[in-house]
């Protein structure tokens, strides 16, 4: 075995653990092992429902927030296409669209008239 201490170190914990144990069929040892994506696609679906959200949502809806908001946060792009697993940062650059737009929001004329200091009436 390459790594005989492995299940005792913390790097070598699952995040998101299963909750049953199963036979690795390499050697027949029994080990717990992740849990299943579509254990976490349906726990995110259930989320969604139950929150009542108007927008479907999904957990590749949760890998575009995390990018678009590493990105607003000042995350070079190759950082962030290293997280997501992308080959090519074109892939990656697709959230620069979306970030264009979020950095600069429009501001009310409202929020301008609240923002102002009070002119003193004479």
Known sequence: MKYPQAG????????????????DPRGGAIRRHHVSDVTIQKAV??????????KPASVH?????????????????RQIQDYLGHANV???????HV???????????LDLL????????P
């Open 114 to 121: 609240r923002a102002a200091p009070a002119r003193a009436v």
């Open 61 to 77: 809806t949760l890998r575009h927030s995390f990018a678009t908001s590493l990105l607003l946060n000042g995350v070079d792009i």
């Open 45 to 54: 679906s259930d989320a969604v429902r139950r929150a009542g959200l108007s």
């Open 8 to 23: 005792r170190e913390w790097a070598w914990q699952w995040v998101f653990p299963s909750k049953s144990l199963s036979v």
């Open 99 to 109: 970030v264009k737009d979020l950095r600069n929001p429009a501001t009310s004329p």
């Open 90 to 96: 074109e892939t990656t650059m697709i959230y620069t």
